[in-house]
């Protein structure tokens, strides 16, 4: 079955500095990749996601990249800020079904 | 984004009883929803996927008697904990899957958690 691998468990960055988290996945049928954010006490909060036909998504200061040869994605926010910090988590699915095989999450910490 | 409701957010109960919590979406009908389980410092776990007007699929060593899923209506699960007990202590979490192709997405609720004493 599918599997994710997330990296790093950890992120300290500078404020104003950029971000880069990476996951790599093993099914190469998988085609949808989300990313989602989560504070303390909350729910995920869905920030960005691609599929497989396309290689980068832009959302203002955040984008994902899609490396389906490698079957790796990455997450970059760049311009940090203190509200930045959080558990970041990716996830991958197969199909149609969305039932999302989840990375292990990095905690993203913003220092002023 | 869409917005999906979920309730409580948090609970606390004597061992024995039983818990409901309930998941709704506001703008969107959601064919299907998923429940979630998350101990502290990890990944989500899923515990099982819910379809409107059909029996839940539960996921590997999710034991169905113990948590009651149902989803009567496009935009409302519910998740029952029955007979909960300390090692039920946890936070649980759903999402509805929006669909409309190139716009489907899964949205989570809030999270309730659930202490059991």
């Known amino acids: 079955g599918e599997n994710v691998e997330q990296h790093p468990s950890t992120l300290s960055v500078q404020e104003g500095d950029s971000a880069v988290i990476k996951c790599t996945y093993s099914?190469?049928?998988?085609?949808?990749f989300p990313w989602y954010k989560q504070e303390l006490g909350k729910g995920p909060q869905l920030i960005i996601d691609i599929r497989s036909n396309v290689g980068e998504k832009k959302d203002q200061r955040i984008a994902v990249t899609l490396n389906k040869t490698a079957k790796h994605f990455s997450l970059h926010i760049t311009e940090t800020q203190p509200e930045d910090s959080a558990v970041y988590f990716c996830?991958?699915?197969?199909?149609?079904?969305?039932?999302?095989?989840w990375g292990a999450g990095t905690k993203l910490i913003i220092k002023p | 984004g869409a917005v999906v409701s979920q309730h409580p957010s948090w609970v606390i109960c004597k061992s024995g009883t039983s818990v409901k919590i309930e998941c709704r979406s506001l703008d969107f009908q959601a064919t299907t929803m998923f429940w979630y389980r998350q101990f502290p410092k990890q990944s989500l776990m899923l515990m099982a996927t819910s379809n409107e007007g059909s029996k839940a699929t539960y996921e590997q060593g999710v034991e169905k008697d113990k948590f009651l899923i149902n989803h009567a209506s496009l935009t409302l699960s519910t998740l029952t904990v029955t007979s909960a007990h300390p090692e039920d202590s946890s936070f649980y979490i759903c999402s509805a899957r929006r669909t409309g192709g190139s716009n489907e997405k899964l949205f989570f609720g809030s999270g309730t958690q659930l202490s059991v004493l």
């Open positions: 996830a991958a699915s197969v199909g149609s079904n969305y039932q999302l095989i």
């Open positions: 099914d190469s049928a998988s085609n949808y």
